[in-house]
């Protein structure tokens, strides 16, 4: 099987979501997705990795990998770059479980279980606006997740008070007044929730302390992302301060990034995003790697319905997974528009997907919506990296004497 | 003073360069540069970070720079967008040079010194003693290769035959033989072997007197790192691959790195290199910034070069310098027998040349939109403040206090105020 084409969808309704399509002379298509930045995601896509793909055989995802990885890493790899190499890494993985007939989760382990918990990330779409309600009314919206079968939540209480001062200078009272959502419901409904709380790498350290040590009586069920991830010996002193679990976190590119953290001690619940850290490939190491030390994973999501069936065979089929992120605002707003079929949430748990290889495929009406922007590529590019004509190399003549050439 | 507009420049000839042009409305125009899947780039400086400043003031360059990495590290910083900062801080500080009539350097400490040395980097398989001849008869003292890259491949870095290595050495014996210690050696390995393979090669290249070991290894893991600098008596040099200065910290702080080699358009710009350079001083460090990659790039690393105390040398690839840099940049570098001199134009001390924009492999892309296309969807996170300002998306959560409401609403108002200040200033 050889892969033929390279698309990348986009829609101006939703301008940080971008999917990929690697179609190949089988008829088999691959699908792939990722958010942020989107245009710069899509020119990495066509101008620098895309054209490595085609001509190439798709089941060779390892490889592809790291020939895409090590292009990217010459100049530093990140950013959109590692984005374009997680939704292309999903496709492949796509193609490989339609060719053999077999879900994914089947190809990387097979099912340690047939679903997953999920917990709710306050969000805003349509009629659904839990992240507006939870200041209103707390309370209402923890028995409206807890109606769901949905026992846990994540919200984001001190973004707010972080912006005036950079993170810099945290005033008590304006923490006490963040908090009080969550002493609402503690108040009502005891530890019937749980309730993770997101920083997303607002604060400095000790203003972080203050956070964890004045949420303790809350019990949180993790702090997340309260300072960047720049520094694991900064997270550890964090970590140090409070019962709490720290989770680290979707900003961390690669396992080698996720390693200084999970060796350290500074994560005890890692949580990758599978669009940004590298694919469904990439994502399995860090498990791997988590495991190795006894901690769980807890995949990230807020990005598409596509990283949602890819993260759902990370998590039935590695051991050490704790829960899964899931946006209801989202999911029961947009996601259904685009994908067929659409993944199942049933009673607080993700469902393992049905079907061969990713088990969903974007809507083909999608490509035809007018605020489309569909771009193809079609010709082959050898990676510079290991093209037969650097400068650096013997000329032709002496290659024979070196034995392995 | 208030950024109207950016601009990216490209040519067929260079493919991996892309220069930023930032427009004022004053009439100064910054420039920057980087290098590496130029495409990319172009489109991290129009629709991601190029649309945040516009309407800004230029000169608050550390608060652009925080703002921009911000946006970048809400899904992960690193390549093409790190990039795109780095090419974009390289024109606020041209700007802000040009404005107050100095070059950079001035305005990050002043002179320490008023020239620097630079190697050479590259050459043949054959020939490299006579490329060594020419370089010490230029004034050159100091020369970097790459002889193990290339028989890293066949086996991804895993396996190496002493043999094969015996071979692959041949350049650095025929310099020695042909100017004895004249030069110094440096040895680049572009990150391609696994540590016993690193230590193999380190050590078969002890004899040489080899002035630093660059990125035999991939730049993943510190520790790793630092057993290999634990088995050679060279000095371990990192890297143009290392992103910011939170990258460079753990190597700098565990001793597996002695020398430091940010790539200024990859990492960050001049405000983060100047950075990476203090902290190093802080652990008695010397950087050595890395080129080979474009005109703009030297320039700016002369200005970190003359202001910062632990400067120690400067790359340059020869055949560039004296090539196809002249078709691109007035004046090219002040680069004399061996030195790099200060540069004596205010601001970052080049120009782009007039005729690049008249050639017919050039690409030219302008925006000057300061509203992200697509937004606003006020529900995300990751906008900065001042595009949530401007589009009318942000609003404060119920139930907040008056006095913290009316506060993020004072921070909005300043900042307003700032631009329009700055109008009038102008006007």
């Not at chain 1, 090590?70 to 993985?93: K, N, P």
Request: with cysteine; charged share 25%.
């Amino acid at each position: 099987m050889k892969i033929t084409q390279i698309k990348t969808i986009r829609v101006a309704q939703f301008p940080d979501v971008i999917w990929v399509e690697v179609h190949t002379d089988a008829g088999i298509v691959g699908l792939g997705e990722t958010w942020y930045a989107a245009t710069t995601v899509e020119a990495a896509i066509h101008d620098f990795f895309g054209p490595l793909l085609i001509d190439k055989d798709p089941h060779e995802v390892e490889g592809h990998w790291q020939t895409m990885f090590r292009l990217s890493d010459h100049a530093g790899y990140g950013g959109a770059e590692l984005r374009a190499i997680s939704a292309l890494d999903i496709a492949l993985w796509d193609i490989k479980g339609q060719a053999l007939k077999l879900p994914i989760y089947e190809l990387i382990g097979g099912v340690t279980r047939h679903r997953i918990r999920v917990y709710n990330t306050l969000g805003v779409y349509g009629d659904i606006k839990d992240g507006y309600d939870v200041w209103r009314d707390p309370v209402g919206v923890a028995k409206n997740l807890l109606d769901e079968g949905i026992r846990g939540m994540k919200m984001s209480p001190t973004d707010f008070i972080a912006r005036s001062s950079d993170g810099q200078l945290l005033f008590k009272k304006d923490l006490d007044r963040a908090l009080k959502p969550i002493r609402d419901i503690r108040d009502a409904l005891g530890m019937d929730i749980q309730i993770a709380n997101d920083g997303h790498g607002k604060w400095n350290l000790p203003n972080a302390i203050r956070i964890v040590k004045d949420m303790e009586p809350l019990k949180p069920m993790w702090h997340e992302e309260l300072i960047s991830p720049l520094n694991e010996d900064a997270h550890l002193r964090l970590q140090r301060e409070t019962i709490t679990p720290i989770a680290v976190a979707e900003r961390l590119m690669t396992g080698y990034q996720h390693r200084r953290f999970i060796e350290s001690g500074a994560a005890r619940i890692v949580m990758p995003d599978l669009t940004w850290t590298g694919g469904i490939s990439e994502t399995r190491k860090i498990a791997i790697l988590a495991s190795t030390h006894q901690l769980p994973i807890a995949p990230h999501d807020c990005v598409g319905p596509v990283n949602m069936f890819a993260c759902a065979h990370i998590c039935v089929s590695q051991p050490n997974v704790m829960i899964m992120e899931y946006n209801r605002a989202m999911a029961q707003g947009w996601y259904g528009e685009f994908v067929d079929p659409m993944f199942k949430v049933i009673d607080g748990f993700l469902m393992a997907p049905e079907g061969s290889g990713l088990g969903t495929r974007l809507r083909p009406e999608i490509s035809e919506r007018p605020d489309a922007t569909v771009r193809f590529s079609n010709e082959p590019r050898d990676s510079w990296l290991t093209s037969p004509q650097r400068y650096t190399y013997p000329p032709e003549d002496l290659r024979t004497e070196f034995s392995q050439g | 003073m208030r950024i109207t507009k950016f601009e990216t420049v490209r040519v067929g000839e260079q493919p991996h360069i892309i220069w930023v042009r930032v427009h004022t409305d004053t009439g100064l125009i910054g420039l920057g540069e980087s290098f590496y899947a130029a495409s990319t780039i172009e489109s991290a400086v129009h629709d991601h970070f190029g649309c945040m400043l516009v309407g800004r003031d230029p000169l608050a360059t550390e608060r652009h720079w925080m703002d921009m990495f911000k946006l970048s590290d809400h899904a992960g910083y690193g390549g093409a967008e790190m990039r795109a900062i780095s090419a974009i801080d390289m024109a606020l500080w041209d700007i802000k040079g040009q404005h107050a009539g100095v070059p950079i350097y001035e305005l990050l400490g002043g002179g320490v010194r008023k020239k620097i040395r630079v190697y050479a980097t590259g050459g043949p398989y054959n020939g490299a003693g006579d490329l060594a001849k020419e370089l010490v008869d230029d004034g050159i003292i100091a020369m970097k290769y790459g002889p193990t890259i290339t028989i890293a491949t066949p086996t991804d870095g895993q396996l190496l035959h002493p043999k094969d290595l015996d071979f692959a050495l041949k350049p650095i014996r025929d310099i020695r033989d042909a100017v004895g210690d004249d030069i110094m050696i440096a040895n680049d390995g572009h990150g391609k072997w696994a540590l016993p393979q690193a230590i193999q090669i380190a050590e078969a290249m002890e004899p040489y007197d080899i002035m630093w070991q660059e990125d035999l290894m991939p730049l993943m893991n510190p520790s790793a790192l630092l057993r290999l600098q634990e088995a050679t008596s060279a000095p371990v040099c990192i890297s143009e691959r290392l992103l910011s200065r939170w990258q460079f910290r753990e190597f700098i702080e565990n001793g597996a790195a002695r020398i430091v080699m940010p790539d200024l358009i990859w990492t960050g710009g001049i405000s983060e290199v100047y950075k990476i350079a203090v902290m190093a001083s802080a652990h008695q460090v010397p950087v050595a910034p890395h080129d080979a990659t474009g005109p703009v790039n030297i320039f700016a690393c002369a200005q970190i070069c003359m202001s910062i105390p632990n400067a120690m040398i400067m790359e340059h690839v020869r055949p560039f310098f004296h090539g196809w840099y002249n078709d691109f940049v007035e004046p090219n570098l002040p680069i004399e027998h061996g030195w790099l001199h200060a540069p004596q134009e205010p601001g970052i001390g080049t120009r782009l040349k007039a005729q690049v924009f008249e050639r017919s492999d050039v690409t030219v892309k302008v925006s000057d939109k300061d509203v992200r296309v697509g937004l606003p969807d006020e529900n995300l996170e990751c906008y900065s403040e001042d595009q949530r300002f401007k589009s009318g998306a942000y609003t404060t959560p119920d139930g907040w206090s008056e006095e913290m409401t009316a506060e993020v609403h004072d921070i909005w108002a300043y900042r307003k105020q700032q631009i329009i200040e700055s109008d009038s200033d102008q006007s």
